[in-house]
């Protein structure tokens, strides 16, 4: 397990005023069914109010997703707790690939508990936010990239761990392509108002899907921004 240090006196000062708040919201995730200790951990020390802007950092803490700019959220808390309890279910990923970078919190959240992340961002905007939030809390295990994420990242294949945090209406066979043999993808995939989170395997024939329940993601998009 990784321990971030907080570099900047503004940054730890930030951190300590919050702290109450994150222990506030772990319970929170607790009672609403979420249980690896590992999760909860990293929740209760990862400073969530610096992957908004201020403006909204007083909101931080609450079990919600919040606007980031560019008509895009930060997940919901209880939402990236569950897509990273149902990655290191399986077994401890090495190597993850996270398609949809937006604020940087869930591959922060991933950094805190496996070796390498790799994440791809559409929007070049909030890809420069969240590397400048990397650089901040000293977090040096990400690689990121400004790319189309439909396409994976070939170059570092194969992971133990796809994670998609932007709904598409299937998952593009290209992913799974890059995706170990005994790998775990999960992700939202459905219409607007009909996602449901999902998780593959696969078991010995082909990558099977199981529902893990209903969700509202951001649309997966084309092309870059
Ligand atoms: N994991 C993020 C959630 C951000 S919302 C967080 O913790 O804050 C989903 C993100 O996916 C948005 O930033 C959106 O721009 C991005 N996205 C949508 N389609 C994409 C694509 N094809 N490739 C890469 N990123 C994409």
Redesign the pocket.
Known sequence: MRLFSLPTPEARGLGMTSQRARDRLVERLRAEGIRDPRVLEVIGRLPRHL?VEEALASRAYEDTALP?G?G????QPWV?ARMTEAVLEHKLPERVL??????????AVLAALVKNVYT????EE?LRNARRRFRKLGIDNIRSRH????LGWPEHAPFDAILL??AGETVAASLFDQLAPDGVLVGPVGAPGAQRLLRYRHDGKAWVGETLGAVS??????GL?
Do not use: N
């Open positions: 992957f980031i560019r895009q959220t930060i997940s990236v996270e398609i949809g970078t937006g604020s940087g919190y869930q591959a791809v961002e559409r929007i909030l790319d189309d994420g439909r945090t932007a993601f951001v649309p997966l998009l084309g921004g």
